[in-house]
C-alpha cells in the first residue's frame, strides 16, 4: 500500500431487497467482500442506515490499516510469530496516535495512510464496530480454524483479545 486513502467506497443497492448497501473496492485485490458481506448481514438484522454508514467508515479505515500493514516492510516490525496479534493490538494506538506514535508498526502504517490522530469518541466508536466485525467473522471462520490449527497463530485468545477491544482505553499521552 503505497498511498493514503487507496480504498474506494461506493454504495450500491442490494439485490432483491432495494436496501443501500456499501462495497469497498482495492486497485488490486478488486472488491473486498467480507465488508460488504458483514454489513449486508448488518441491514438485515435491522441496523440503521446511520449506524450502517458509521460501521462503514469504520471498516473502511481499519481495511486500510489492516492491509497497509501487511505490507512486507510493515510486518517485519512485528518482531516475532504473532504476527496478526501485533497487527491488531497495535491498532488502536494508530487510531489515537497516528504518525506520532511510539508504537512501530501504528507509526509505519499512520506514514502510509497519512491518518492523523482522532477524538477519542470517534476512537471508541471505530473500535466498537472492528470489534464486531471481528467478532462475527471469527464466528464465521470457526469451522475453518478448526481444521487447519496453524493457519492464524495468535498468542491471546482471539475471543478474549476482541472482547476487550471496544473497552480499551485510550490513554491521553505515551510513555
Known sequence: MTGHNK????EYEMPNSGRRCFAIIDPELGRIDEYSQYLEMKIMAGTPHNTLISY???LKVFFEYYLAASSPDVIILAEGRNTLSRILLSYPLYLAFGQDSADPIAKAVAEITKLKPLAKSSIQANLGAV????KESNALHADLLSLRDDLISVDVEPSVMLSGFARMKIPD???
Do not use: D, E, M, T
Not at 480504498?7 to 461506493?10: D, E, N, S, V, Y
Open 7 to 10: 480504498l474506494r467506497k461506493i
Open 56 to 58: 462503514a467508515h469504520s
Open 131 to 134: 470489534s464486531s466485525f471481528c
Open 173 to 175: 499521552s505515551q510513555k
